[in-house]
């Protein structure tokens, strides 16, 4: 694994729409805009066909965070669930890193971010509608935002609403929370749309 992936503290995540694919796919960019990886999601034949007949918001899923040498940096996945979602974060190594568990919020979704300890390190709460997140450690101070807004040049480069940034605060150091917190946010998109 990559050490510098998670280095940069600014995400800009484009989804690519493909209408005649089963897997959810995106790009990733550092925050001057340059392409740094993307995210796969891997879905076997039988999790294809089961797309069609059940609502998918009770399948697995598995999306990788892959640098742009195909390099694994970070693996998230759910299991069979009925309800609420529980999320395992790995880190490129195979290493927990931390699980996100979604919790029930009339539109307005709220996802609990826990470390490889089980002990909650932040949370991300928003409306989903809106598009606008933040991320907060357990002192409800806000650490981190997740959202359509752009500033400077990169008004120029994403003008798409299937485009998003991820901004986290500098005080982040250590890597494992770091990869926890960043590969909740950066694939929020997906987690929402698999519970809808």
């Known amino acids: ?21 089963f897997e959810n796919s995106y790009k ?33 899923f598995m999306l990788e965070i892959k640098d742009n040498d195909g390099n694994v940096q970070a693996t998230i996945s759910r299991g069979w669930t009925f309800w609420m979602s529980k999320i395992t974060i790995t880190d490129g190594s195979g290493n927990l890193a931390g699980t996100i568990k979604q919790k029930f919020k009339f539109f307005k979704p ?23 997140f933040l991320i907060q450690d357990t002192n409800q101070q806000t650490i981190g935002t997740i959202d359509k807004k752009w500033a400077g040049a990169m008004k120029e480069i994403f003008t798409s609403a299937d485009k998003y940034n991820v901004t986290l605060n ?20 997906m987690v929402l749309k698999e519970s809808k």
Not at 1 to 21: A, G, L, T
Not at 170 to 188: G, M, P, V
Request: without cysteine; aromatic residues 12%.
């Open 1 to 21: 694994m990559s050490s510098n992936f998670f280095r940069s503290n600014s995400y800009f995540i484009d989804e690519n729409v493909n209408f005649f694919k």
């Open 28 to 60: 990733l960019y550092d925050e001057m805009g340059v392409n740094i990886g993307a995210i796969y999601q891997k879905l076997t034949i039988a999790q294809k066909l089961l797309r069609v007949i059940l609502n998918k918001s009770m399948l697995p």
């Open 110 to 132: 709220e996802f609990i971010i826990s470390d490889n300890n089980g002990l909650e390190t932040a949370k991300i709460t928003g409306d989903w509608k809106a598009w606008s």
């Open 170 to 189: 500098s005080e982040i150091k250590d890597n494992l929370r770091k990869i926890a917190i960043l590969s909740s946010a950066i694939t929020i998109d």
